[in-house]
């Protein structure tokens, strides 16, 4: 009975760089059905729903805990850039869309609570206050079109961080809604897949949300140095992309 306790303790009381791990890895393997099996091989879409809910989990609630937010605006600014010119060109030349990568939609977010934690701490009346909310809010929304997973990641990352920073129930319902809407783009074309994509990215997030805050100190970090895990997304992508285009030519 002691081993099966201390087994589900650990369950929720995983080392944050385990949690970045399983995620890139999981990213990876999105990312090799997005460039080399658009439309087939779907089981490796499946692993990429685990990725963004834990990326936004370790981003919230960092956040939450600590005044850190100009630290990630600066840690975050020259890789989303680098993500401009490396990974960008390529998915217009050769998916034809554009869309800011993952590392402008964890700008975006980052830098929307950064506005609201301004705005809370002004000494403002209530009324100015709100506006202030609603225009930031509105600001965030209309740029989260052009970011990776959109307004349903960009209300995602800013209910789930609601919730760790005011424990609130309701934060927690709409996070758990908009972990459910996610992936929900393209239903009526796979509605079946769909469906199991979203349930996915709902189910990864109730687990996130049984995680002890703030992480264990005694967890022993291996993802060193910080930078290594920022740089892994343009430079995977571009090894991504180049071998697609020596592969076809």
Known sequence: ?????????SLKNINPDILKL???????????????????????RFFGRFSFPIFIFLLTSHLAEKDIYKKYILRLLPFAFLSLI????????IKETFKLTILWSLLLYTLTLFCFEKISNENTPSFIKGFCYFLTLSVGL???????????????AITLYGY????????????????????????????????????????????LLQQKRPPN????RFLKPWWVFYTYFPVHFFVLYITYIFLNS
Do not use: Q, W
């Open 164 to 207: 760790f920073k005011t424990n609130k129930n309701i934060y927690l319902y709409f996070t758990l809604l908009f972990s459910f809407l996610l992936n929900s783009k393209g239903f009526f074309i796979y509605p079946t897949l769909i469906l199991i994509m979203c349930t996915t990215s709902f189910l990864v997030t109730l687990f």
């Open 22 to 44: 399983i995620a890139l890895i999981t990213m990876t393997m999105d990312h090799i059905g997005h460039v080399f099996f658009p439309g087939e091989f779907m089981v490796l």
């Open 86 to 93: 490396i990974v960008t060109p390529f998915d217009i030349y």
């Open 1 to 9: 009975m002691n081993t099966l306790k201390s087994y589900f303790y």
């Open 142 to 156: 209309t740029l989260s079109l052009i970011v990776d997973y959109g307004y349903f990641g960009y209300l995602f």
């Open 217 to 220: 100190k005694n967890h022993r």
